[in-house]
């Protein structure tokens, strides 16, 4: 396939060549030589092919253009529907001779030389690719973007380069043309040269946002800190009113101990629109990493996340969960870690994490009813039927217990360290239910287990 697809060809062949040109005839008259029968003969053997193209047939394309040549070979049109139809049949070869000959008699033609420069790069012929291309950069732009491609591929990364920058020049820059120019960069290990190319952006249009946002970036990207701060203010002062400057600020003010300017800048990403989610998350979580190291501020975390109630995701819930639970605080790390769950509700590792919680803070009917769901889910994870197990002996339903964790049993494989819980609810069940002999073998299977540990 081409790098980009040229200019749509709609009725290109009474374009190129006025083959058909109509006089005023007199129908009536009887030709008075044979040169009206070749005529109609050429037409209807060229539109033939033209059918016979468009339905896909190309060898009866191919076929009925011959038929043309015959009555007439000094159409160039003839020469190109040939290799359009080879080039269909991937014959390469014969494509190339016949768009050759066509773009020999007119050699200015931008459609033959596209057709061949197509030959050319279904072969990965790049080099013969990169010559015709050349020819046809004078028609279009599009054009000199796929040299620049075709450079790229080449390796010829320099030539590319200023391709681009031709390019960004004459139509402003695109998103494909960075990505390109940032592959070069990211191959070449060039930093310097791209945030050249930024700063340069920047100041032939200083209220560009997106090439500063860029900026910053790479200056963050390559470590030096201080110039992607410096970049940062910069933009500030240009557009007062940015909102994604403050995902970088945020982090300068945390590393400069500028809390309260940090705390502003996380509100601000937070309650933007304009700011993706994912974006949000990252904030949040850093900020929540950094509440963790300094508890102090605990109060700004609660006014933030109250901010973002209605908008928090899964991952959100669950690092605030995380937070929370090692705040101590298990009640809100529950409500969290339940919050993230709704929104992911076959996410193993929250199922484990509430139901563990509920154990923790002895809310059994909870476990029982949660985690009898989660065995519909899961009902090969012997940890699900070990906490059933638990929540059933604190709640006395002792017959329940055990049939759960004898059943978790099965699914247990080596993992000493549960196996032996396993055996101690087995005990103290089987004791509830007077079942002494049971409950000490079980009590001592325990006890081995811990002793090898």
């Known amino acids: 396939m081409k790098l980009n697809k040229k200019i749509t060809r709609v009725f290109m062949v009474l374009l190129i060549v006025p083959m058909f ?66 080039n269909k049949l991937k014959n390469f070869g014969a494509a190339e001779d016949n768009l050759k000959k066509a773009i020999s008699m007119q050699p200015d033609n931008e459609w033959f030389l596209d057709e061949l420069y197509d030959v050319y790069y279904q072969q990965d012929d790049i080099n013969n690719a990169i ?57 070449t290990g060039n930093a310097d040269d791209r945030i050249e190319n930024l700063e340069q952006r920047i100041a032939n249009n200083p209220n560009n946002e997106d090439n500063h946002l860029k900026l910053i970036y790479r200056y963050s990207q390559t470590g030096d800190k201080d110039k992607a701060y410096k970049a940062a203010q910069n933009l500030l002062k240009v557009k007062p009113d940015s909102k994604f400057v403050h995902l970088a600020l945020y982090k300068f003010y945390l590393q400069d101990d500028k809390v309260e300017d940090a705390i502003n800048s996380v509100k601000t990403v937070l309650t933007s629109p304009e700011i993706n989610a994912d974006a949000k998350t990252k904030v949040l979580k850093d900020f929540v990493a950094f509440v963790q190291k300094n508890p102090e501020y605990e109060g700004d975390l609660m006014d933030i996340t109250a901010l973002v109630d209605n908008n928090k995701d899964a991952q959100t819930h669950s690092d605030l969960g995380r937070y929370y639970l090692q705040a101590g605080d298990k009640v809100k790390a529950l409500s969290n870690f339940k919050e993230a769950l709704k929104q992911n509700p076959s996410d193993f590792k929250l199922i484990k994490d509430v139901l563990l919680l509920q154990l923790d803070i002895e809310d059994f009917k909870a476990v029982v009813k949660d985690g009898n769901e989660a065995l519909e889910l899961y009902p090969a994870q012997p940890i699900l039927y070990l906490v059933n197990g638990v929540a059933n002996n604190k709640l006395g339903n002792y017959k329940l217990a055990i049939e759960n964790l004898e059943m978790g049993l099965d699914f247990l494989i080596d993992n000493p360290n549960m196996e032996g819980d396993f055996y101690s609810e087995l005990s103290i069940a089987y004791k509830a239910l007077n079942n002494i002999s049971k409950s000490e073998a079980f009590a001592k299977k325990a006890q081995a287990l811990k002793a090898q540990q």
């Open 131 to 187: 010559k015709t291309i050349k020819q046809l950069v004078k028609y279009h732009p599009d054009y000199k973007e796929d040299l620049a491609a075709l450079y790229f591929r080449e390796k010829r990364y320099k030539q590319a380069l200023e391709l681009l920058d031709e390019l960004d020049e004459q139509l402003g820059v695109s998103e494909a043309r960075d990505a390109m120019r940032n592959d070069i960069y990211s191959i």
């Open 21 to 86: 040109a109509v006089a005023q005839v007199d129908f009536n008259k009887r030709p008075d030589d044979d040169l009206g029968n070749v005529e109609d003969e050429f037409q209807e053997y060229f539109f033939e092919a033209l059918k016979q193209k468009g339905i896909e047939n190309y060898d009866k394309a191919i076929d009925a253009l011959h038929k043309c040549l015959n009555l007439d070979s000094k159409k160039p049109v003839i020469y190109f529907e040939l290799g359009k139809n080879y």
